[in-house]
């Protein structure tokens, strides 16, 4: 879940998530204007207004309590007894205050679905419902209510399983995805790790040989024993270029992948995205798509976390100029701006790595917001696909 956002049949995390959980479920208590409106204008006596009122409170702060601590691994009886008390206090005031306090069992229906899982709330809530038809059948024209309030409860009883079925496998499959992405981190290392072992394991024993020849010449033949020396020096000189190589290799990003992050990314941020389709990069130099996915990074992290944009469109295009083809990136926003006034630190690092590239990099101002545009030669010609 977000930092905000609760879903029934989870706990609230933290003050946010309790207040608008509060504020959810509050909603839904109007409905209660029919018993409350009973009390204030049912001709009824000051003290049974009085008790009325007490239970009224009492069923109210019991519902919200249920609901509040659903997720908290209450054992199902404690649920029942709970849905039990409500369902009592239902009962006691529709028999003694009328027919309007029948809606009191939809709250019951309503906290059956939300509290309890499928296998039994399936149960409780026609119990729920049979139960309400027989208190509207003993109760002064309740059956005239009965018909508006029996499909509320039905329908809202078994759509409060859904959504906590929902949200149950939406915390599952997140759950899911972490392990995954721990696995998968964990398998790289390990990868890693086998490449630097292959790496340096012929490397490092080649330098010990050579170390233990060149201190056995050294007394008699110090002439063999610097030329062992360089040895070593050129086969150090080697394994560090292979690591450097290996490690340069893990860390190099990919242009499809960066877009497909930019598009978690901006959605996460709640910031509309339009994005190119998967483009087809064949031909394209390694270095000049490494550059472009750096661009896209460092652009999309400033939408999100610097410009206040509601909308972030991308393209990817390839043109001819008179220098040759080029393939560009245009990151769009109608933000204030993800650098400030003068270039930052990412944009300088863009700019040396597109230099690098033989690219050039473009940033800054538009007339509805921020815009930086990539652009890095292409050796051959290359079919890109545009914004969508």
Known sequence: MSGTGVGIGKRPENRKQRFVKLLWTGIWLVYLSAPAGDLL?????????????????????W?????????RGERNSVVLASLGVLAAQSTLLALTLGREW?????YVSIASGAALPLRMARWTIPVTCALMSVIAFATPGGKAFLASLLIPALLGGFAMTG???????TIALREARATVAQLAANEERLRLARDLHDLLGHSLSLITIKSELAGRMLPG??????????????????ALVDVREAVSGYRRPRLAAELAGAKVALTAADVVAALPAE???????????TALAWALREAVTNVVRHSGARRCTVELLRRQTLDGPVLELSVEDD?????????????TGLTERLT???????????????????RVPVAVSAHVGSAT
Do not use: C, N
């Not at 959504?163 to 496998?169: D, F, G, I, M, P």
């Not at 483009?279 to 798509?289: A, F, I, Q, R, W």
């Open 41 to 61: 204008h049912g001709g009824h006596s000051t003290g049974v207004r009085i008790l009325g009122w007490i239970g009224l409170a009492a069923f109210v702060t």
């Open 63 to 71: 519902y919200m309590l249920l609901l509040f601590r659903t997720g």
């Open 102 to 106: 029948l809606v009191l069992f939809v």
């Open 163 to 169: 959504v906590r079925e929902l949200v149950r496998t």
């Open 221 to 238: 033949h110090p002439d063999k024993a610097a030329q062992q020396v360089a040895d070593i020096e050129q086969v150090s000189r080697q």
């Open 279 to 289: 483009p087809d990069l064949t031909g394209v130099p390694e270095d000049s798509e």
């Open 335 to 347: 933000g204030s701006g993800g650098e400030g006034s003068g270039p930052g630190h990412g944009l």
């Open 356 to 374: 690098k590239a033989g690219g050039t990099l473009e940033a800054g101002g538009t007339r509805h917001g921020f815009r930086l545009t990539a």
